[in-house]
């Protein structure tokens, strides 16, 4: 898996949690079970060193697809694309190179995400 | 959710007799790595870095020697959980204070959509709210004394 793709997983797993844990309903029911949940500025903080180590175009892309869809990156299981769950054309190139285009789903546009 | 669906999140691979890790992050490391060997994960370091984050945000000791790390990544393509104890006791910041014996990691993908995430998280926390079920699980020797143990407990 290319670091550019990388990066982006990191990116979306933290703003997801971010996410998740601010919604209230979900931290009521996380704490009613025991856990705690606080702490938030730490989590910016680690998107804030992240976002830095991002390409910009990279950045754009991810932001773009965010605003379609919760996943701008999923995963592709056994030549399956996660997101839309169309079987994807054996030509897809896994990975990326260091510049060019990311490896996206023709289907729904969402960047891939190799094992 | 019936007994054996609540079973089918374990499995043998994914039972630690004893860990060998004697500190907080060893304990996510050692899980995280035993989570990833059995498949399914693809990329073992993302995975630790969110339950590690997950972590910052508090404690996932629940008091009572029990910790429930868990959390979601786009590296995992299945919801598994990894049990394991130790037998000796592990420093988890639980807000009792005790050391921590009895651990859950609880991974699950964000394509969730039998929604079944927060559910098995609180089966997990109810199944070791007694003593009793505690008392067996740190007792157990082999997967199959797991099961029966988690059987056991959810009948209760
Ligand atoms: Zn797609």
């Known amino acids: 898996m290319s670091d550019r793709v990388q990066r982006l997983v990191q990116l979306q797993d933290l703003e997801l949690m971010i996410d998740e844990l601010q919604d209230p309903d979900h931290k009521r029911k996380e704490e009613a079970l025991g856990f705690s949940v606080e702490n938030f500025a730490q989590l910016e903080k680690a998107r804030e060193r992240l976002l830095k180590q991002i390409p910009k175009q990279d950045l754009r892309s991810y932001r773009r697809i965010r605003r379609r869809h919760v996943r701008a990156v999923v995963p592709v299981h056994n030549g399956i694309c996660l997101g839309c769950f169309q079987t994807l054309p054996t030509r897809i190139q896994r990975g990326s190179s260091a510049s060019g285009p990311l490896p996206a789903c023709e289907n729904c546009g969402r960047i891939l995400y190799w094992f | ?156």
Request: glycine share 8%.
């Open chain 2, 1 to 156: 959710m019936t007994a054996e669906q609540f079973l089918s999140y374990f499995g043998p691979q994914r039972f630690i007799k004893e860990l060998r890790a004697r500190s907080k992050d060893g304990v996510l490391s050692e899980l995280t790595r035993v989570l990833a060997n059995d498949g399914d994960i693809r990329d073992p370091s993302l995975l630790l870095e969110m339950i590690r984050r997950r972590e910052s945000l508090g404690s996932t000791g629940l008091g009572n020697g029990v910790a429930v790390p868990h959390g979601r990544s786009t590296a995992a393509t299945r919801t598994k959980v990894v049990f394991a104890c130790s037998k000796r006791g592990i420093e988890f910041d639980a807000p009792d204070g005790a050391p921590c014996r009895i651990f859950f990691l609880i991974v699950a993908p964000y394509e969730d959509h039998r929604h079944e995430y927060l559910p098995l998280l609180g089966k997990i926390v109810e199944t070791v709210s007694e003593e009793s079920s505690r008392q067996k699980l740190l007792g157990v020797e082999t997967f199959e004394e797991f099961a029966e143990a988690m059987r056991e407990a959810f009948r209760e």
